[in-house]
């Protein structure tokens, strides 16, 4: 077996030793495959260090996604005390409305 690969049957050979594309007939064509150049070690840091920040940025919005939706359940579960209380009895302090409208707010 020689050290050709055939791409598509009988149309395109590739010659591993020369990196250039020849056709069924024998004649070079215009496009050739040059060796790619290594990408360097600073480059691929930059890349991961890139994905590492975005993961990060991710978690990070999650989280904070979490934390506005328990506050804002816990602002509703205090509005509520708030109310209950007013009912069962009477507000005995001046700054019970003050609360009030914070947590309207």
């Not at 069924?24 to 040059?34: E, L, P, Q, V, Y």
């Not at 919005?61 to 359940?73: G, P």
């Not at 109310?83 to 001046?94: A, E, G, H, Q, Y």
Request: hydrophobic content about 25%; glycine content about 4%; some cysteine.
């Amino acid at each position: 077996m020689s050290n050709n690969a055939t791409y598509s049957p009988g149309t395109f050979k590739i010659r591993s030793s020369q990196n250039s594309v020849t056709n069924a007939k024998g004649k070079k064509s215009k496009h050739s495959f040059g060796i790619q150049p290594k990408t360097s070690k600073r480059k691929i840091d930059n890349n991961i260090k890139e994905k590492l920040f975005q993961s990060k940025l991710n978690a990070y919005k999650a989280k904070q996604n979490e934390l506005l939706t328990n506050f804002a359940e816990l602002s509703q579960l205090y509005y509520k005390c708030v109310k209950l209380s007013k009912t069962v009895c009477p507000p005995k302090s001046k700054y019970v409305g003050d609360i009030e409208t914070a947590v309207n707010y």
